[in-house]
């Protein structure tokens, strides 16, 4: 049974930092690219972050450049988005993915991705 587990949301103030974790078990996620997607109230998911198999190549949306960093520790089967000068805009579920065929580079789509976790919620005050 594939499973992807979500950890480390939480509410902090507007301008803090927090630390998600996704860990898999049931599959060797080790050869997969990974993503994180977000989804607030009311809006579509949306792309967050991806970073490839071997996490030499790594992706960002806009909205979230220069403030967030995703990397991942093939050995723990983990991957993390560090998220710093959080904005209440950001507020929102974060799900982790991952994609559906072995080897990707990552990718900003949706479609790509064939698991995913539960989500965490991440609640940004201003």
């Known amino acids: 049974q594939v499973q992807l587990v979500e950890s480390g949301g939480g509410l902090v103030q507007a301008g803090g930092s927090l630390r998600l974790s996704c860990a898999a078990s049931?599959?060797?996620?080790?050869?997969?690219?990974r993503g994180w997607f977000r989804q607030a109230p009311g809006k579509e998911r949306e792309f967050v972050a991806a970073?490839?198999?071997?996490?030499?190549?790594?992706y960002y949306a806009d909205s979230v450049k220069g403030r967030f960093t995703i990397s991942r520790d093939n050995a723990k089967n983990t991957v993390y988005l560090q998220m710093n000068s959080l904005k209440p805009e950001d507020t929102a579920v974060y799900y982790c993915?991952?994609?559906?065929?072995?080897?990707?580079?990552?990718?900003?789509?949706?479609?790509?991705?064939?698991?995913w976790g539960q989500g965490t919620q991440v609640t940004v005050s201003s």
């Open positions: 970073i490839s198999w071997s996490g030499g190549t790594t």
């Open positions: 049931g599959r060797t996620f080790s050869r997969y690219a």
């Open positions: 993915a991952a994609e559906r065929l072995a080897y990707g580079l990552g990718s900003r789509f949706k479609a790509d991705f064939g698991s």
